[in-house]
């Protein structure tokens, strides 16, 4: 008979209700939890030991569902067949080359002496002690795919081997509709949710309409599951995890996790965060920051918040943060009204450089009459008035040389 809709510790009613425990090894004294929908123990490891002081094992059903989620196949449409360890290309065929969780979060697996099991439980344990809800990165690992159509998108602009580079470090996934998974996986490796997104693959635009708005994976799974009932959200920058594999890397931030993925396409020497919208940059998120060598590309029309943002934080964080109007300066007001990010103007500017090949600048000089330095497009660089760095600003260059390139390249304004 059901009791609950919760799974529930088995009554007793005999010697034979309570169980060898899989610690201590003692007859009868183990308790199973019951799985309501069966009536049936849920595993013969998931109960509690009546040995609470000489024992003391205790593993919940929260436990055992977190570390022995299913490889979601009815809810991504993946990269992974059931059981052989290989990948689908882009192209549909098959490759040889295994996803295992280390790939994803820049940890070498084989290094750790311990199996992909062993981790995850691990991982859950450190995750309890501290009281944050998050994911399984099973659900990252089954979802990784280059089947989207915002990666379509990118193939149309940047080379395949860079795009490659992309869905590995960000671990970008894919739904079977084609939408893409953005993951927030914070500095610890904790998968803290996915955003779900659908794009027109001919502009990279993102779809707005109610089958294409977006999506969360704790919602999802808190639909589906009473174990996430009770998920408490607290969000991370996307592309957060980066900053532990490159901790010397200067960091850039923009608003959209799809300018993130165009900005570490074509500028890789940063380490590109995105905010998640205008108001996901803030002190509690930019901890992670800290000493950290930080510039921030505001959207068209976000400028002056974003600056005030950027003194709260340099102050209260102790980072070194510019802020650059590269993108202010270059929409029209069109532009403005539909929205523009450095998305948008990198796009832009790869386009009126005239393409050799994708995502590679035409090297010749431009055959146009106009006179050095003036401004002949929204697609030309910025020259900024020459005059000398601060000494914060100066300090960052010194220990970064090419943060050089990135303000003679982008327009950055000191403030």
Same mark, same amino acid.
């Given at each position: 008979?059901?009791?609950?809709?919760?799974?529930?510790?088995?009554?007793?009613?005999?010697?034979?209700?309570?169980?060898? #425990? =899989?610690?201590?090894?003692?007859?009868?004294?183990?308790?199973?939890?019951?799985?309501?929908?069966?009536?049936?123990?849920?595993?013969?490891?998931?109960?509690?030991?009546?040995?609470?002081?000489?024992?003391?094992?205790?593993?919940?059903?929260?436990?055992?569902?977190?570390?022995?989620?299913?490889? #979601?196949?009815?809810? @991504?449409?993946?990269?992974?067949?059931?059981?052989?360890?290989?990948?689908?290309?882009?192209?549909?065929?098959?490759?040889?080359?295994?996803?295992?969780?280390?790939?994803?979060?820049?940890?070498?697996?084989?290094?750790?002496?311990?199996?992909?099991?062993?981790?995850?439980?691990?991982?859950?344990?450190?995750?309890?002690?501290?009281?944050?809800?998050? $994911?399984?990165?099973?659900?990252?690992? #089954?979802?990784?795919?280059?089947?989207?159509?915002?990666?379509?998108?990118?193939?149309?602009?940047? =080379?395949?081997?860079?795009?490659?580079?992309?869905?590995?470090?960000?671990?970008?996934?894919?739904?079977?509709?084609?939408?893409?998974?953005?993951?927030?996986?914070?500095?610890?490796?904790?998968?803290?949710?996915?955003?779900?997104?659908?794009?027109?693959?001919?502009?990279?635009?993102?779809?707005?309409?109610?089958?294409?708005?977006?999506?969360?994976?704790?919602?999802?799974?808190?639909?589906?599951?009473?174990? @996430?009932?009770?998920?408490?959200?607290?969000?991370?920058?996307?592309?957060?995890?980066?900053?532990?594999?490159?901790?010397?890397?200067?960091?850039?931030?923009?608003?959209?996790?799809?300018?993130?993925? $165009?900005?570490?396409?074509?500028?890789?020497?940063?380490?590109?965060?995105?905010?998640?919208?205008?108001?996901?940059?803030?002190?509690?998120?930019?901890?992670?920051?800290?000493?950290?060598?930080?510039?921030?590309?505001?959207?068209?029309?976000?400028?002056?918040?974003?600056?005030?943002?950027?003194?709260?934080?340099?102050?209260?964080?102790?980072?070194?943060?510019?802020?650059?109007?590269?993108?202010?300066?270059?929409?029209?007001?069109?532009?403005?009204?539909?929205?523009?990010?450095?998305?948008?103007?990198?796009?832009?500017?790869?386009?009126?450089?005239?393409?050799?090949?994708?995502?590679?600048?035409?090297?010749?000089?431009?055959?146009?009459?106009? =006179?050095?330095?003036?401004?002949?497009?929204?697609?030309?660089? $910025?020259?900024?008035?020459?005059?000398?760095?601060?000494?914060?600003?100066?300090?960052?260059?010194?220990?970064?040389?090419?943060?050089?390139?990135?303000?003679?390249? @982008?327009?950055?304004?000191?403030?």
């Amino acid at each position: 008979m059901k009791i609950s809709n919760l799974p529930y510790l088995e009554p007793y009613t005999t010697r034979d209700s309570r169980h060898r #425990c =899989p610690r201590c090894n003692h007859a009868r004294t183990f308790t199973f939890y019951i799985d309501p929908e069966t009536g049936k123990p849920i595993h013969r490891t998931v109960g509690r030991c009546d040995r609470e002081i000489k024992c003391g094992y205790h593993y919940t059903p929260r436990e055992y569902y977190r570390d022995n989620l299913p490889l #979601c196949g009815d809810l @991504f449409d993946g990269n992974q067949s059931k059981g052989n360890g290989k990948q689908i290309s882009r192209n549909g065929k098959f490759s040889d080359k295994t996803v295992v969780t280390g790939d994803l979060f820049g940890v070498n697996s084989n290094q750790s002496g311990m199996n992909n099991n062993q981790s995850e439980t691990i991982d859950y344990i450190k995750i309890l002690d501290e009281k944050i809800d998050c $994911i399984s990165h099973r659900y990252v690992i #089954c979802s990784k795919s280059s089947d989207s159509n915002f990666v379509s998108f990118l193939y149309d602009h940047f =080379p395949g081997e860079r795009i490659e580079e992309a869905i590995d470090r960000y671990a970008l996934g894919a739904t079977r509709n084609r939408r893409v998974i953005f993951w927030q996986i914070d500095i610890d490796d904790n998968v803290r949710t996915g955003k779900i997104m659908q794009y027109n693959p001919q502009t990279g635009k993102r779809v707005r309409n109610e089958r294409g708005g977006i999506n969360w994976v704790h919602n999802i799974l808190k639909k589906r599951s009473y174990v @996430f009932q009770n998920y408490n959200l607290c969000q991370c920058y996307f592309g957060e995890h980066l900053l532990k594999l490159f901790p010397n890397k200067p960091v850039a931030i923009v608003e959209a996790e799809k300018t993130a993925v $165009i900005g570490s396409i074509h500028t890789p020497d940063f380490i590109w965060l995105a905010a998640g919208n205008l108001n996901g940059l803030n002190v509690p998120k930019s901890r992670v920051l800290r000493d950290r060598n930080v510039m921030l590309f505001p959207d068209a029309g976000c400028y002056e918040k974003w600056a005030e943002k950027m003194k709260r934080i340099s102050r209260e964080v102790n980072c070194t943060m510019e802020v650059s109007d590269v993108v202010e300066k270059h929409a029209t007001e069109e532009q403005l009204i539909n929205g523009y990010d450095f998305a948008d103007y990198v796009i832009e500017k790869l386009k009126g450089d005239g393409e050799n090949e994708k995502g590679e600048c035409d090297s010749n000089e431009s055959d146009s009459n106009e =006179p050095a330095g003036e401004e002949t497009g929204p697609t030309n660089n $910025i020259k900024l008035p020459s005059r000398e760095p601060s000494p914060a600003l100066q300090k960052m260059i010194d220990k970064n040389p090419s943060l050089t390139t990135l303000i003679d390249k @982008f327009g950055l304004v000191e403030v």
